[in-house]
Every structure is written in C-alpha cells, then in structure tokens.
Nanobody
Framework: QVQLVESGGGLVQAGGSLRLSCAAS????????MGWFRQAPGKEREFVAA????????RYADSVKGRFTISRDNAKNTVYVQMNNLKPEDTAVYFC???????????????WGQGTQVTVSD
C-alpha cells in the first residue's frame, strides 16, 4: 500500500509558477507509475500528467503541455509537477495518484492523496 501527501499549492498570479510535490510512504514507490489529476469546482477530476515508474516516459493533457513538467525522485519517494505560465483556468485541487498501469484514466489509479489547492488569479 502507498500513502500519498501533496504539498506546494497556493495562490499565484496568472503567468506565475508553482511546484507541487507528492511524498509517498512505503518501499514500493519506485514500482508505481504516478499521475497528477486536478478537480475544479463543479467539474470532473481530470488527468494532468503522468510519469512511468522508472521516470523515462511522461505524458500530459493537451491543456498543460508545454507549461507543466512532471518528474520524480525515487530515492526520495517523491513526484513533482512544475507548473509554469499558470492561467486562471488551472485553478483546482491537485491530486497525485499511483497505478501499476500506464494510463490516464482516473479509475485505474489505486492510491490517492488528499489534494492541494492551486488558485491562479488574473
């Protein structure tokens, strides 16, 4: 089992940057593919980015491609997402999640953090 704790959210102006972190417990972190999802008020939780267990492959939602970068440090049991050129529409609660599958579908991620709020003002 993996427990996930996100941090790094906050309030930022449009065009600014934030880096979110997700710290995982357990010795099996390096076995999991990791994803970031987000949920805005009144909307479905949506895929943002994912990274393979080895870190050698990534994938992104079209809405964040070129602005967000996912990375991981298996020695620190941590996955990150660097978010640049933030827009008001990026405002949401951001969640990290773990899966053995290389997918973007929410239902295929087994473990979830509690989320961290990101608010982008214009």
């Amino acid at each position: 089992q993996v427990q996930l704790v996100e941090s790094g959210g906050g309030l930022v102006q449009a065009g600014g940057s934030l880096r979110l972190s997700c710290a995982a417990s357990g010795r099996t972190f390096s076995s999991y593919n990791m994803g970031w999802f987000r949920q805005a008020p009144g909307k479905e939780r949506e895929f943002v980015a994912a990274i393979r267990s080895s870190g050698n492959s990534t994938r992104y939602a079209d809405s964040v491609k070129g602005r967000f970068t996912i990375s991981r440090d298996n020695a620190k049991n941590t996955v990150y997402v660097q978010m640049n050129n933030l827009k008001p529409e990026d405002t949401a609660v951001y969640f990290c999640a773990a899966s053995f599958l290389w997918v973007t579908t929410r239902r295929d991620y087994y473990y979830w953090g509690q989320g961290t709020q990101v608010t982008v003002s214009d």
